[in-house]
């Protein structure tokens, strides 16, 4: 006898579930180990929040109470395509960050704002990656954790002690006595016509003489004025060429054409 009650199997319904189990991920334990090897240089740095770090271990744990830590990611320029940096980044970030986290510092264009609780924020100048007048610079801002994320190497990124740096010395006039590797002269430190001109040419001191922050705040303060100051360098240092080749067609100019006599 029929059972009226049966139904026939629907084929929508079926390719509905089929959908639902191919769109649904199945769960692995996965082994996080390092895929790219020196690909990346990284820096890590724990503060107490008194003026005083150290470097410390790539755990990307964050700090207590007063205690912040800074991880600095410097990716390499080259002809490298952003899905290849973004591998990069999930080699040395992951675990603990997610695939948004790694998205927001890798991508290109201007961003600021919120991705999983953090605050993130990016800046980028056009141009190929492989380029000197290239600038990029991400940050992921925790309450007591930075991330940052840089194209290339970024010049005066370390700190010194308070007293250390050139900035806070008494200078002194170098004289034709001076005897070469003498550090004072007369109760001040000797300062070379070259190291003023550089001074006084970038409008701060080549060495990484920063103070010490006493804050996360004042970490971010610092990460975006060092990258001010390298796009001013590139800056003046674009000019100069410009000045230099200025130059150079104005004394082609003035040549007196050749004879060949």
């Given at each position: 006898m029929m059972d009226l009650n049966h139904e026939e199997p629907n084929g929508e319904s079926e390719e509905l579930d089929k959908e639902q189990s191919i769109g649904t991920p199945l769960k692995e334990t996965l082994l996080y180990?390092?895929?790219?090897?020196?690909?990346?240089?990284?820096?890590?740095?724990?503060?107490?929040?008194?003026?005083?770090?150290?470097?410390?271990?790539?755990?990307?744990?964050?700090?207590?109470?007063?205690?912040?830590?800074?991880?600095?990611?410097?990716?390499?320029?080259?002809?490298?395509?952003?899905?290849?940096?973004?591998?990069?980044?999930?080699?040395?970030?992951?675990?603990?960050?997610?695939?948004?986290?790694?998205?927001?510092?890798?991508?290109?264009?201007?961003?600021?704002?919120?991705?999983?609780?953090?605050?993130?924020?990016?800046?980028?100048?056009?141009?190929?990656?492989?380029?000197?007048?290239?600038?990029?610079?991400?940050?992921?801002?925790?309450e007591n954790s930075l991330i940052t994320v840089s194209l290339g190497r970024v010049p005066r990124l370390g700190f010194s002690p308070v007293g250390q740096s050139l900035l806070s010395e008494i200078p002194s006039v170098e004289s034709p006595s001076f005897v070469r590797g003498e550090e004072k002269e007369g109760g001040g430190i000797v300062i070379r016509e070259h190291v003023l001109e550089f001074l006084l040419t970038m409008n701060h001191s080549e060495e990484a003489d920063n103070p010490v922050p006493r804050t996360i705040s004042n970490l971010v303060v610092h990460v975006i004025d060092t990258h001010v100051d390298q796009l001013q360098d590139i800056v003046t240092n674009f000019e100069m060429e410009l000045d230099a080749v200025e130059l150079e067609l104005d004394k082609g100019i003035l040549l007196p054409p050749n004879n060949g006599s």
């Open positions: 180990r390092t895929h790219f090897p020196g690909a990346v240089r990284q820096k890590a740095y724990r503060f107490d929040g008194l003026g005083n770090y150290i470097t410390k271990e790539w755990d990307l744990t964050e700090g207590r109470r007063k205690e912040f830590c800074w991880y600095h990611v410097e990716l390499p320029k080259g002809n490298q395509k952003l899905p290849l940096y973004a591998q990069y980044l999930i080699d040395v970030l992951c675990p603990p960050l997610k695939l948004q986290d790694i998205l927001s510092l890798v991508s290109n264009g201007p961003y600021c704002g919120q991705v999983d609780g953090a605050l993130v924020f990016r800046v980028n100048s056009p141009g190929p990656n492989s380029s000197n007048f290239t600038i990029k610079i991400a940050a992921r801002l925790t």
